[in-house]
C-alpha cells in the first residue's frame, strides 16, 4: 500500500478528525510564513491555496490554510467546506458567504478571488472532481447530517 493510500485512510478516521483541526492548520500557517508562502505542508498531499477573507462578524482578516482542487488552469478553485468531518460547518465558509471577496496564496502567489457557493448540477460535478482527488471526503459527508460546502474560487480581474 502505498503512502497516500495510508495517509488516505488515516484521515477518513474519526480519531483524524478530532485532532486534525488543531494541528494541521497551525503546522500550515508556520510553514506558510517561515517559506514566505513557498511551502505548504500539507500541499505534499493535495494542492494547497491560504485563504484570506474577512470574518463574518469581526471584519478582521482571517487567513486558513485548505486542501482545493485547482481548475481551469490556474483560474479556478474549488473549496471543501469539510471540517474534517465533523458537524459544523467550518468558520471560513460563514466568512465567504458573508464576504465573497477574497485573497488566496497559491504556490507562492497572492491572487484576489470571488467566491461562490455550488447548488445543483454545477455542485454535484464539483463533488465528483473534489472525490477524484481526495477520497476521504466521502467518509466525511457520510459522519455529517449536514450538505459539505463546496466553493468555486476565481480570480479577480484587477
Not at 474519526?14 to 517561515?34: E, K, M
Not at 482571517?62 to 474534517?84: I, K, M, Q, Y
Not at 465573497?100 to 455550488?118: C, K, M, N, Q, Y
Request: hydrophobic share 45%; net charge positive; charged share 25%.
Amino acid at each position: 500500500m502505498s503512502v497516500g493510500r495510508i495517509v488516505q485512510k488515516v484521515s477518513a478516521t474519526r480519531g483524524f478528525a478530532r485532532v486534525a483541526p488543531y494541528v494541521v492548520p497551525g503546522l500550515d500557517r508556520a510553514v506558510h510564513r517561515l517559506t514566505r508562502g513557498r511551502v505548504l505542508l500539507s500541499a505534499l498531499m493535495l494542492p494547497g491555496v491560504v485563504l484570506t477573507v474577512r470574518g463574518a462578524r469581526s471584519g478582521l482578516p482571517r487567513r486558513t490554510p485548505l486542501a482545493c482542487v485547482p481548475e481551469d488552469g490556474g483560474r479556478g478553485w474549488l473549496l471543501v467546506g469539510s471540517n474534517f468531518g465533523r458537524p459544523g460547518h467550518p468558520a471560513w465558509t460563514h466568512n465567504l458567504l458573508a464576504h465573497p471577496d477574497a485573497e488566496i496564496s497559491f504556490r507562492g502567489r497572492d491572487i484576489p478571488v470571488t467566491a461562490r457557493l455550488l447548488a445543483g448540477e454545477e455542485r454535484a460535478a464539483a463533488w465528483r472532481a473534489a472525490l477524484a482527488l481526495w477520497p476521504p471526503y466521502a467518509a466525511y459527508q457520510a459522519r455529517v447530517e449536514r450538505e459539505i460546502r463546496l466553493f468555486r474560487l476565481v480570480r479577480r480581474d484587477a
